[in-house]
């Protein structure tokens, strides 16, 4: 069975500043999906960003990149220029691309909080 | 606009007293899951609909059912929630068939067990 692990439960950064946060992940599969969503206090789970692992090249939106490594199965996310909106709850999430309704395994989460 | 609608957001129960919670959507999706998210932990994944076929989680207790009377709804029934059972509960949706593999969620539904 596939895990994914997030080894900071919490991490602050001061605002317009950068912070990455960690995730790894177990899989025999080769072909696959990773996500960070993030998730507001009280408000919905939304998608930051989503990774193919067949695509070399790390998938960037806006401030939001990540640093995909297959072979070490890491899958960073990197916030840059750190907004107050950006404190939330982050999980890294896997998927299988095998089957059409797999569901996501998640990580535990990683606080941010953003200090102005 | 919201396209994945959780009712209610807030529910109250006492201890034994059923609760339904209510998950909508206007994506077409044809999955729809459950998750239950205690606090600060990660969602776990109750069960899943892939159209009217239903997938139980191996470890989900008896107590926890669900309905999916059309594509549109899926209900979440607690027949006798338990002080352990209060969370926040999760809907999402998502495409089977399309190479995206993202997930839609709902705001969630937070319950209360006094």
């Known amino acids: 069975a596939q895990t994914v692990t997030q080894s900071q439960p919490e991490m602050s950064v001061q605002e317009a500043e950068t912070v990455t946060l960690s995730c790894t992940y177990d899989t025999s599969e080769s072909d696959y999906y990773l996500f960070w969503y993030k998730q507001p206090p009280s408000r919905q789970m939304i998608l930051v960003i989503r990774?193919?692992?067949?695509?070399?090249q790390n998938a960037t939106e806006n401030r939001f990149s990540v640093n995909f490594q297959k072979a070490a199965k890491s899958f960073s996310l990197k916030i840059s220029d750190s907004q107050l909106g950006d404190a939330a709850m982050y999980f890294c999430?896997?998927?299988?691309?095998?089957?059409?309704?797999?569901?996501?395994?998640f990580g535990k989460g990683t606080r941010l909080s953003v200090i102005a | 606009d919201a396209m994945v609608i959780q009712n209610p957001r807030y529910q109250v129960t006492q201890f034994g007293k059923p609760v339904t919670l209510s998950c909508s959507q206007t994506l077409n999706h044809n999955v729809m899951y459950w998750y239950q998210q205690k606090s600060s932990q990660a969602p776990k994944l109750l069960f899943h609909y892939y159209d009217k076929d239903f997938n139980n989680e191996a470890d989900t207790p008896d107590n926890f059912q669900s309905r999916r009377p059309n594509t549109s709804f899926c209900f979440l029934d607690i027949r006798s929630p338990g002080l352990g059972d209060a969370a926040m509960y999760l809907c999402?949706?998502?495409?089977?068939?399309?190479?995206?593999?993202?997930?839609?969620f709902g705001e969630g539904s937070r319950l209360t067990v006094l």
């Open positions: 999430a896997y998927r299988s691309s095998n089957s059409g309704n797999t569901p996501l395994v």
């Open positions: 999402a949706t998502f495409l089977a068939g399309v190479g995206t593999g993202e997930l839609f």
């Open positions: 990774q193919e692992a067949y695509k070399q």
